[in-house]
């Protein structure tokens, strides 16, 4: 069973910065797609960005140009480094990775809040 676990989650003022880690086990963490979602209360769970196995990189339009989405394949562990936070940016943020190969895999983790206020 692959284990997901995010931190780096807090309390921040408008303006700031924080870096969320995941760090997921197993083995073939250099194959999954990795991805950082959010759900702020009463709203949709949403992509906030992701990174392919190559290095390729998106982002959702809101977070382009605060957010930076990296991963160390050596550490099994992705990270979303995020700049410039704003009170709209508060949400738990949920890693997420996905495999595929004749099925889909497909893992989330716990969770980690994030609050953007003054």
């Known amino acids: 069973q692959v284990q997901i676990v995010e931190s780096g989650g807090g309390l921040v003022q408008p303006g700031g910065s924080l870096r969320l880690s995941c760090a997921v086990s197993g083995s073939i963490f250099h194959l999954y797609v990795m991805g950082w979602y959010r759900q702020a209360p009463g709203k949709q769970r949403e992509l906030v960005a992701a990174i392919a196995s190559g290095g390729q990189t998106n982002y959702a339009d809101s977070v382009k140009g605060r957010f930076t989405i990296s991963r160390d394949n050596a550490m099994n562990t992705v990270y979303l480094q995020m700049n410039s936070l704003k009170p709209q940016d508060t949400a738990v943020y949920y890693c997420?990775?996905?495999?595929?190969?004749?099925?889909?895999?497909?893992?989330w983790g716990q969770g980690t809040q994030v609050t953007v206020s003054s």
């Open positions: 997420n990775a996905v495999w595929t190969d004749v099925r889909r895999y497909e893992y």
